[in-house]
């Protein structure tokens, strides 16, 4: 059985035009690495462009990335980043709703577009020689779309069905939902990225519009291509396609939001649903991400994550479900790409009849014994090498690699920080690891939320016809 | 896909746009180098090889799957699975997982409605160490009590949470209706009532049943040249037993349409599947089916499906639907979800564009868009290591010929219209086997969120 239980059902970390399994990693750690450097080069209009080479397959992968996630919203327009999302497949003037999309499909390429709360991008996988015309298609509607009630207003009913779908029917995210709410006191991060939906259903036309016009430009944009290519070749197109689209110097060169206070108490919620026939217990923290954390602290809490729970062997695992047999899985996790802080995830699906009082001291004792004694030494090898392998598999797949450069470089990293996480995954010492636990884990900095099984809503009738 | 059927336990293969690894394959870097390696032992393999990433991929399986398990005893092929790579020979379970997670070896098993499959990664330097671990978990698992309880709590706890998962309930239903008291109708996860009473003993004698050389099949793609590759072949699999000892599985039709079920769930989202008896992979007129399946609702967003249902009327997330098929089956199956009080508009719209196609069929337009599509779409399905590994295992278990690669483009144009035509009509004249899995109608009808009562 799969040993590595990544939380079983985390929150809403991407939202998506379409279900698409592609997007199921999500907030991935930076850390892809090929063996030769990716070209970058900037256009006068301050476009970033990345071009990783993979000749393998006659194939290439073109995803733009724009600087504008849920956390860039106005308070009260909560889900506008996912919106437009949606709605930048209705056409432009140049191109009708649905030539774009055709286009990709005559020649059998794949699309999707996806957002997060930093970030918003899209992309096609295509053969190598459609990539002009993509470039002219995904260009155009940078500044070129053109919004109709008739297809706006069925596509708020699609999102409010993506709602219902990821979150309403779903007691698990129900709970994350909850979770980041109570986590975040002040920044935006606490919204989630599909929005409330109350304020979903108000989203119109108008609102979808302005926020296009802000955040969509060339200076805030990074566009990624991964694949077949020569990138001397592709440059002329590229400068032909997006270079002459004119800047929009009003977009800060920063993005600034609200920051949280220095959290200074313990916060737990409860989510009851009728639904729930598996309890479980999540601990989520407020730590630094790759972008905010000092040198070194961000991979101390990878390699913090692998120990606690990555896998049959890690030390939640072994105290939760091999040892005390309190708990049927055990895991955690560390998502370090974001613009602001992250979270690390702890989770616990109890065994029946299992406290959750006896699952939180099992947690604490190993956060405590963690935060006061060095790792052992053939431990901590372990999981490095094992984080240091992902780096490595991850060459595998050219999709993968352009999510990570995009989604590092839209979080404030570079192309070398990317490069060089598995020497920095290698450098981390029991120290770090030991001091991250004792500053980062502290229990101040956290949320616990409890899924339960709601008994005492009024039952709706259960028969079957 | 993995709405439909939990966990990625699929069992059967699934074909929409988004998984085309099955069956669309393309000139890249696999097509002019695939080889047919038989090993000094005698076991077969088909192998790429190449360099370009420091990696090797197998992807392997035996004939047998859950379609073999006793029958009151569903999930033993899946609680075997899960079992394998849980320690064997002297290593108990945390040592072989140590083993493995201090090389980063990839080692895992999953039990399918027709096989049990198994998938082994690796960085090339460690190479022999991984195909050692999996020579000793394929010979000598150990099936621990203690490891059998720990991961039977696991199985129990994911079939507690499908009991009020809406997606899961209308998949078990909609197979039950399917296929009666056929193997295939049997979750491969089994259910609460069996996996409870599967015992040690249960899981030895699937494993020394189906474990053998006669029925398994082997892709490899990676960065090993063939004579070591054959040597650590011979190694891994040489001392399994020479026959496998199956009971025969019979072939069966999905029941005739309409039929409709539904299952009452207090849930904000109705959850709907649909679906008709399918085609069998080695039919005929498979490709003339795939065809029309793509344009109905194959997953992309310019199928009928997903303009008529979501892009038009704005009433679902996601609509789209498959052929899948199985040794002796083959079956269309598809999903879609909206709120409550449109679930009858819904089911009514899917409805109405299924009769459309069967009726009168694709347009000479669409039928060339499509064509386009799955000419075109043939390389992405390979432009990874795991992803052609996975392919060149399901064009052996589909007894397709090792240079597929190159006929498929040809077998795609030769479908004509009225080929497309009939194959709608054979599909989806009778209408649909439908499952609704949400409000009852009269509780969909009231308000969603009822106003908390004054006191």
């Known amino acids: 059985m799969t040993s590595s239980f990544r939380l079983a059902a985390r929150s809403v970390a991407v939202v998506a035009l379409l279900l698409a399994p592609a997007f199921a990693i999500s907030g991935a750690r930076a850390q892809a690495v090929t063996a030769k450097p990716p070209t970058t080069f900037k256009l006068d209009n301050g476009m970033q462009v990345v071009v990783i080479e993979d000749h393998r397959t006659p194939v290439v992968t073109q995803m733009i990335w724009y600087k504008v996630g849920s956390a860039d919203e106005t308070p009260g327009k909560s889900g506008l980043a996912h919106f437009l999302e949606h709605l930048m497949f209705k056409g432009t003037a140049k191109h009708p709703v649905g030539e774009f999309s055709q286009t990709v499909q005559r020649v059998g390429g794949e699309e999707n577009a996806f957002t997060s709360t930093d970030y918003t991008g899209y992309y096609q996988r295509?053969?190598?020689?459609?990539?002009?015309?993509?470039?002219?298609?995904?260009?155009?509607?940078?500044?070129?779309?053109?919004?109709?009630?008739?297809?706006?207003?069925?596509?708020?009913?699609?999102?409010?069905?993506?709602?219902?779908?990821?979150?309403?029917?779903?007691?698990?995210?129900?709970?994350s939902e909850q979770i980041m709410a109570a986590l975040y006191l002040n920044h935006p991060y606490g919204r989630p990225i599909i929005g409330w939906h109350q304020e979903i259903e108000k989203l119109d036309r108008e609102d979808a519009l302005a926020f296009y016009k802000r955040f969509y430009a060339p200076n805030n944009a990074t566009l990624i291509i991964a694949g077949d290519v020569d990138p001397q070749e592709i440059r002329p197109m590229v400068e032909r396609t997006y270079g002459v689209i004119p800047a929009q110097p009003a977009i800060p060169e920063r993005r600034m939001r609200p920051q949280e206070p220095t959290p200074a108490a313990p916060r737990t919620v409860t989510l009851a649903d009728p639904r729930v026939e598996q309890t479980s217990l999540r601990r989520y923290y407020q730590v630094p991400s790759a972008t905010t954390a000092a040198a070194g602290e961000s991979q101390a809490l990878d390699v913090l994550a692998q120990l606690i729970g990555g896998g049959a062997n890690s030390y939640l695992y072994r105290a939760l479900v091999v040892d005390k047999q309190l708990a049927v899985n055990a895991g955690a996790s560390y998502q370090g790409t974001a613009l602001d802080s992250a979270q690390f995830m702890i989770s616990a699906s109890p065994k029946p009849g299992a406290e959750f009082a006896d699952i939180e001291k099992t947690i604490d004792a190993v956060i405590a014994d963690l935060a006061t004694n060095p790792v052992p030494a053939a431990d901590l090898e372990?999981?490095?090498?094992?984080?240091?392998?992902?780096?490595?598999?991850?060459?595998?797949?050219?999709?993968?690699?352009?999510?990570?450069?995009?989604?590092?470089?839209?979080?404030?990293?570079?192309?070398?920080?990317?490069?060089?996480?598995?020497?920095?995954?290698?450098?981390?010492?029991?120290?770090?690891?030991?001091?991250?636990?004792?500053?980062?884990?502290?229990?101040?900095?956290?949320?616990?939320?409890?899924?339960?099984?709601?008994?005492?809503?009024?039952?709706?009738?259960?028969?079957?016809? | 896909m993995s709405i439909i059927f939990?966990?990625?336990?699929?069992?059967?293969?699934?074909?929409?746009?988004?998984?085309?690894?099955?069956?669309?394959?393309?000139?890249?870097?696999?097509?002019?180098?695939?080889?047919?390696?038989?090993?000094?032992?005698?076991?077969?393999?088909?192998?790429?090889?190449?360099?370009?990433?420091?990696?090797?991929?197998?992807?392997?399986?035996?004939?047998?799957?859950?379609?073999?398990?006793?029958?009151?005893?569903?999930?033993?092929?899946?609680?075997?699975?899960?079992?394998?790579?849980?320690?064997?020979g002297d290593l108990d379970s945390s040592t072989f997982r140590d083993r493995m997670e201090r090389r980063?070896?990839?080692?895992?098993?999953?039990?399918?409605?027709?096989?049990?499959?198994?998938?082994?990664?690796?960085?090339?330097?460690?190479?022999?160490?991984?195909?050692?671990?999996?020579?000793?978990?394929?010979?000598?698992?150990?099936?621990?009590?203690?490891?059998?309880?720990?991961?039977?709590?696991?199985?129990?706890?994911?079939?507690?949470?499908?009991t009020s998962n809406p997606n899961s309930?209308?998949?078990?239903?909609?197979?039950?209706?399917?296929?009666?008291?056929?193997?295939?109708?049997?979750?491969?996860?089994?259910?609460?009532?069996?996996?409870?009473?599967?015992?040690?003993?249960?899981?030895?004698?699937?494993?020394?049943?189906?474990?053998?050389?006669?029925?398994?099949?082997?892709?490899?793609?990676?960065?090993?040249?063939?004579?070591?590759?054959?040597?650590?072949?011979?190694?891994?699999?040489?001392?399994?037993?020479?026959?496998?000892?199956?009971?025969?599985?019979?072939?069966?039709?999905?029941?005739?349409?309409?039929?409709?079920?539904?299952?009452?769930?207090?849930?904000?989202?109705?959850?709907?599947?649909?679906?008709?008896?399918?085609?069998?992979?080695?039919?005929?007129?498979?490709?003339?089916?795939?065809?029309?399946?793509?344009?109905?609702?194959?997953?992309?967003?310019?199928?009928?499906?997903?303009?008529?249902?979501?892009?038009?009327?704005?009433?679902?997330?996601?609509?789209?639907?498959?052929?899948?098929?199985?040794?002796?089956?083959?079956?269309?199956?598809?999903?879609?979800?909206?709120?409550?009080?449109r679930a009858t508009e819904t089911v009514d719209t899917v409805t109405s564009e299924v009769k459309r196609m069967a009726e009168q069929g694709p347009t000479q337009r669409e039928l060339d868009e499509a064509k386009s599509y799955l000419k075109g779409s043939q390389m992405l399905a390979l432009d990874t290591s795991s992803k052609l590994a996975g392919a060149l295992l399901q064009y052996q278990l589909d007894k397709l010929p090792i240079d597929y690669i190159e006929k498929r483009n040809a077998i795609v144009d030769a479908v004509t219209l009225d080929q497309a035509k009939a194959a709608a009509k054979k599909l989806w004249a009778d209408g649909l086997l439908t499952v609704v899995v949400g409000r009852a109608p009269q509780a969909a009808a009231a308000p969603v969120a009822p106003a908390p009562k004054a006191n």
Do not use: C
């Open chain 1, 126 to 175: 295509i053969s190598k020689d459609q990539l002009g015309k993509m470039m002219e298609f995904e260009a155009d509607r940078m500044t070129g779309l053109v919004l109709k009630d008739e297809n706006v207003l069925p596509e708020r009913d699609v999102v409010l069905e993506e709602y219902n779908m990821r979150v309403a029917n779903s007691p698990d995210a129900r709970l």
């Open chain 2, 169 to 341: 309930l209308a998949t078990r239903k909609f197979l039950q209706m399917a296929f009666g008291d056929h193997p295939y109708s049997r979750p491969s996860n089994g259910s609460l009532t069996d996996v409870p009473t599967i015992n040690v003993d249960d899981i030895k004698a699937y494993k020394q049943r189906i474990v053998a050389k006669d029925t398994l099949k082997i892709a490899v793609v990676g960065d090993v040249d063939p004579g070591t590759l054959a040597t650590l072949l011979d190694k891994t699999f040489g001392a399994l037993p020479a026959k496998a000892t199956l009971t025969p599985v019979p072939e069966v039709t999905a029941v005739k349409p309409p039929q409709k079920e539904s299952v009452t769930l207090d849930v904000p989202q109705t959850v709907i599947t649909f679906g008709s008896p399918g085609v069998k992979r080695d039919d005929p007129n498979f490709m003339a089916a795939y065809i029309v399946n793509h344009i109905l609702g194959g997953g992309t967003l310019s199928s009928r499906l997903y303009h008529e249902v979501r892009e038009k009327r704005g009433l679902v997330y996601s609509v789209s639907g498959s052929l899948l098929w199985m040794q002796h089956s083959g079956i269309y199956i598809g999903s879609t979800a909206t709120r409550a009080d």
């Open chain 2, 6 to 88: 939990n966990a990625g336990r699929l069992g059967i293969a699934v074909a929409t746009a988004f998984s085309l690894v099955t069956l669309t394959m393309t000139p890249s870097f696999a097509a002019a180098k695939v080889q047919r390696l038989v090993t000094p032992g005698g076991i077969e393999a088909w192998f790429v090889q190449d360099a370009t990433v420091p990696l090797i991929a197998m992807e392997y399986a035996f004939g047998g799957g859950a379609a073999q398990d006793p029958k009151d005893k569903s999930g033993t092929a899946n609680m075997v699975a899960s079992l394998m790579d849980e320690g064997a």
């Open chain 1, 382 to 465: 372990r999981v490095k090498t094992q984080l240091v392998a992902e780096a490595t598999y991850a060459q595998d797949s050219q999709a993968s690699l352009a999510r990570w450069y995009g989604a590092a470089l839209t979080t404030g990293l570079s192309v070398e920080d990317i490069r060089s996480w598995p020497d920095r995954i290698k450098a981390v010492t029991a120290e770090q690891v030991r001091a991250a636990a004792q500053t980062w884990l502290d229990k101040k900095r956290s949320v616990t939320g409890y899924l339960i099984k709601d008994t005492s809503a009024p039952k709706r009738e259960e028969k079957r016809s």
């Open chain 2, 104 to 162: 980063a070896i990839e080692l895992n098993f999953n039990a399918q409605r027709d096989y049990l499959r198994g998938s082994l990664r690796m960085l090339k330097e460690h190479r022999d160490e991984a195909f050692d671990l999996a020579r000793l978990a394929l010979t000598s698992p150990r099936f621990d009590a203690p490891d059998v309880e720990r991961i039977r709590a696991q199985i129990m706890s994911g079939l507690r949470r499908e």
